[in-house]
């Protein structure tokens, strides 16, 4: 399995960024993919999943309203699209499917 994040960078409060995360190595469209993060200082903590049709999402009550997650089956890939950025946002961003994970990338709010 290997998981392979992108998108993050320093972004000013209430800016957007959209996350992207390329999988290989499994039957990606049989399976929910999630992202967590991890701010500094902090344990790592559940963001969202989207279910392996695309057709459910789940997210964590910070970020509802804010975050979407979606992805494209033929592409490999699970996205998370991030507006009205929050400095508590600030955290390195990582994609998972059970007990595989990527290397993350770092999203930066911050004016």
């Known amino acids: 399995v290997q998981l392979v994040e992108s998108g993050g960078g320093l972004v000013q409060p209430g800016g957007s960024l959209r996350l992207s995360c390329v999988a290989s190595g499994f039957a990606f469209s049989e399976y929910t993919m999630n992202w967590y993060r991890q701010a500094p200082g902090k344990e790592r903590e559940y963001v969202a999943g989207v279910r392996n049709d695309g057709g459910a999402t789940n997210y964590a009550f910070s970020v509802k309203g804010r975050f979407t997650a979606s992805r494209d089956n033929a592409k490999n890939t699970v996205y998370l699209q991030m507006n009205a950025l929050k400095p508590e946002d600030t955290a390195v961003y990582y994609c998972?499917?059970?007990?595989?994970w990527g290397k993350g990338t770092l999203v930066t709010v911050s004016s």
């Open positions: 998972n499917i059970g007990t595989d």
